[in-house]
C-alpha cells in the first residue's frame, strides 16, 4: 500500500512540474470559439464584431456588438417596438464610407457614422446618425440624423443565434448593409455613383 501511495505521490509531482514547466500553473485555458449565427450559444456576453465589404469603389466598415438570442423574445420583447435601437448592444453601432454614398437621392459624405433602428411590427426606421460615437441610444439626438428611411423587415428566416451584419455587393454600384438576427431580417440600401 505504501509503494501505491508513493508512487501516485511522485506521478502527481511529475505532472505538475511538468505543467509549470510547458507554463501551465494547474488550470486550463480554453480559447474563445467564433459563434455561428445558426449555432445555440449561450454565452452572456455580446461579442465585439466587424463587418466589411467592397461595392464598387466604395469600402463599408460596421462596428458592432453582437448579443444573442438565447432563447429569448427578441422583437416587442428585449428589443421593444417603437423605440431606438443602438441595433446591436452596448456601444452605438457604426457604419463607415471610405467615399461619399447615396440612399434613396440623398447623398451620404464619407465617414463614420452611428446605425440605429425603430422596429415596429410591420415597418422599421432606419437611421444613420451624425454621433457615431455614444454608449446605446442613451444621447440620440434625431436633429444628428443624415437620414431616416421606412423598410419592411424580412422574416421568417432561419435562426440567427447572434446578431450579424454583412454587406452586400449587389453589382453596377448598388448594395446594402443588412442586419439579422433571431428570425428577422432589415437592410439599407445605396448606391455608390
Not at 466589411?52 to 428589443?79: E, T
Request: with cysteine.
Amino acid at each position: 500500500m505504501k509503494k501505491l501511495i508513493y508512487t501516485l505521490a511522485l506521478a502527481l509531482l511529475i505532472a505538475s512540474c511538468q505543467n509549470k514547466k510547458s507554463g501551465h500553473d494547474g488550470h486550463e485555458h480554453h480559447q474563445p470559439e467564433a459563434a455561428s449565427a445558426t449555432q445555440p450559444d449561450n454565452s452572456k456576453k455580446s461579442i465585439p464584431q466587424e463587418a466589411h465589404g467592397n461595392v464598387g469603389d466604395a469600402h463599408i466598415s460596421v462596428y458592432y456588438h453582437s448579443p444573442a438570442v438565447r432563447d429569448r423574445v427578441i422583437w416587442g420583447g428585449l428589443v421593444p417596438y417603437g423605440e431606438v435601437w443602438v441595433t446591436g448592444a452596448h456601444s452605438a453601432t457604426s457604419v463607415e464610407f471610405s467615399k461619399a454614398i447615396e440612399i434613396e437621392g440623398t447623398t451620404i459624405p464619407k465617414g463614420k457614422y452611428a446605425f440605429f433602428t425603430i422596429p415596429k411590427q410591420e415597418r422599421w426606421t432606419l437611421i444613420l446618425n451624425k454621433n457615431w460615437e455614444q454608449h446605446l441610444a442613451d444621447d440620440y439626438d434625431q436633429a444628428e440624423d443624415v437620414i431616416r428611411i421606412e423598410v419592411t423587415p424580412e422574416t421568417g428566416m432561419p435562426l440567427a443565434e447572434r446578431l450579424t451584419y454583412t454587406i452586400e455587393d449587389k453589382r453596377e454600384g448598388s448594395g446594402a448593409i443588412r442586419m439579422s438576427w433571431e428570425k428577422l431580417s432589415v437592410s439599407l440600401p445605396f448606391k455608390t455613383d
